[in-house]
Structure formats: C-alpha cells, structure tokens
C-alpha cells in the first residue's frame, strides 16, 4: 500500500508539472467557463433576481463544459504524441496511473473553480450563508466529475470521433452528480432544510466512490484494448 501511494504521487507531481508548463491548457479552461458565465448573463438581460436563482446551476454548466474541453484536449495531447502509451511500458499499476491522473485534475479544476466563483460573486454580487458546505460540495462534485472525464477521454480517446465520443458518454453519466452539485451549493448560498443537503451530501459521496473503484479496476481492461 506504502508503495502504491508513492507511486501515484510520483505520477501525479508529473502530471502536475505537465501541467504547469503547458498553461494554455488551464487558461482555455478557465476562459471557455468564464465565457459562458458571460453569455448567460447577456442573455438574461443582467436581471439580478434571475440570475441569482440560477448561480448554482450556472456555475456547474459550467464548470462541466469547461471539464469536457480540458480533460479531453488534455489526454487527447498524450495519447497522440505518445506519451501515455510511454507510461503504460513503466513497471507500475494500470489503477495508480488513473488515480495520479485523476488527482491532477481534481487540483486544475478546483483552481479554475475557484477564480469561476470569484468572478461570479463579482459580477452578481452575492456571498455565502455557509462557505465551508460550498468547498466540501464543489471537492466532492469535482472529484466525481474527474474520475468520469478521465474515465470516459480514455475510452473516446483511441477513437476516430474522441471530441463527440466525450461528450455523449459523458453528461448521461454524470447528470445525477451535476444535480447534486446544484443542490448543495443552493445550500451553502441560500440555506435551506439542512437533512435534505446531507442527503445530497451522501449521495455525492456514495457517487465518487462508486466511480472511482469501479473506473480505477475498469482502467487496466481499457488500456489493454
């Protein structure tokens, strides 16, 4: 076990710096999500009493159509030079290669969250009844979504159609998490009946670890193909 979490955090600090040096990568994440913050709000005419009833909804579109670029642009760049089939050759399991990878990206998507939020309590100028429930909900949610979009670029990344591959298998699958996403960010902006945002809380929970043992055994059968 020792060993296992040395070796995928070997390979997450490489995913990491990856990264890092490739920057664009990240900015076109964050931009392709503040634009759409923005388009929404054009479109609603800037009504604040709209717009406030849909920030959660509105964060987590997204938060996922900027998940859907940057993981698929991110393992579509491996997968093309080489790079990926490279790592495959190591002596290390199929499971810590999905895990790091799955790590790096809960990191750049939490970032780019991070600034997305910021941006919106700007530009709606709202705060939070519970800021504490908000970060719980958006690490769950973005290590649900994580696990999936890896999961699933893997999948779409070997075909010839990978950029509409991604997408159609993606949303169907992770739609019930993106619901109670929604929900526990209600929560912690508006308050609300606190049962129900554990509920949810749970089921979010429930969800990652559900994907992340079945995706991380299913990893191994994937790559052999």
Same mark, same amino acid.
């Given at each position: 076990?020792?060993?296992?979490?040395?070796?995928?955090?070997?390979?997450?600090?490489?995913?990491? $710096?990856?990264?890092?040096?490739?920057?664009?990568?990240?900015?076109?994440?964050?931009?392709?999500?503040?634009?759409?913050?923005?388009?929404?709000?054009?479109?609603?005419?800037?009504?604040?009493?709209?717009?406030?009833?849909?920030?959660?909804?509105?964060?987590?579109?997204?938060?996922?159509?900027?998940?859907?670029?940057?993981?698929?642009?991110?393992?579509?760049?491996?997968?093309?030079?080489?790079?990926?089939?490279?790592?495959?050759?190591?002596?290390?399991?199929?499971?810590?290669?999905?895990?790091?990878?799955?790590?790096?990206?809960?990191?750049?998507?939490?970032?780019?969250?991070?600034? $997305?939020?910021?941006?919106?309590?700007?530009?709606?100028?709202?705060?939070?009844?519970?800021?504490?429930?908000?970060?719980?909900?958006?690490?769950?949610?973005?290590?649900?979504?994580?696990?999936?979009?890896?999961?699933?670029?893997?999948?779409?990344?070997?075909?010839?159609?990978?950029?509409?591959?991604?997408?159609?298998?993606?949303?169907?699958?992770?739609?019930?998490?993106?619901?109670?996403?929604?929900?526990?960010?209600?929560?912690?902006?508006?308050?609300?009946?606190?049962?129900?945002?554990?509920?949810?809380?749970?089921?979010?929970?429930?969800?990652?670890?559900?994907?992340?043992?079945?995706?991380?055994?299913?990893?191994?059968?994937?790559?052999?193909?």
């Amino acid at each position: 076990m020792k060993q296992f979490i040395s070796t995928v955090f070997l390979l997450f600090k490489k995913d990491l $710096l990856i990264d890092y040096r490739r920057k664009d990568l990240f900015f076109s994440l964050l931009l392709f999500s503040l634009l759409v913050i923005f388009i929404f709000d054009y479109i609603l005419g800037g009504s604040s009493s709209v717009l406030l009833s849909i920030v959660p909804a509105l964060f987590w579109i997204a938060v996922m159509l900027g998940a859907t670029l940057g993981i698929s642009r991110a393992l579509s760049l491996e997968i093309q030079n080489g790079a990926f089939y490279g790592v495959l050759l190591t002596p290390v399991s199929r499971e810590s290669i999905f895990l790091a990878k799955v790590i790096s990206m809960v990191v750049l998507m939490t970032f780019m969250e991070l600034i $997305l939020i910021l941006a919106m309590v700007i530009l709606f100028d709202f705060w939070f009844f519970n800021i504490f429930y908000f970060l719980g909900g958006i690490l769950l949610t973005t290590v649900g979504l994580a696990t999936v979009g890896v999961f699933v670029a893997y999948i779409s990344g070997n075909t010839t159609v990978a950029e509409v591959m991604m997408p159609l298998l993606f949303f169907p699958i992770i739609l019930p998490l993106i619901v109670g996403g929604v929900e526990i960010m209600d929560f912690a902006l508006w308050g609300g009946d606190v049962v129900a945002m554990y509920k949810w809380l749970g089921f979010v929970f429930v969800f990652d670890m559900l994907f992340i043992t079945v995706c991380s055994f299913s990893f191994g059968l994937i790559v052999r193909e």
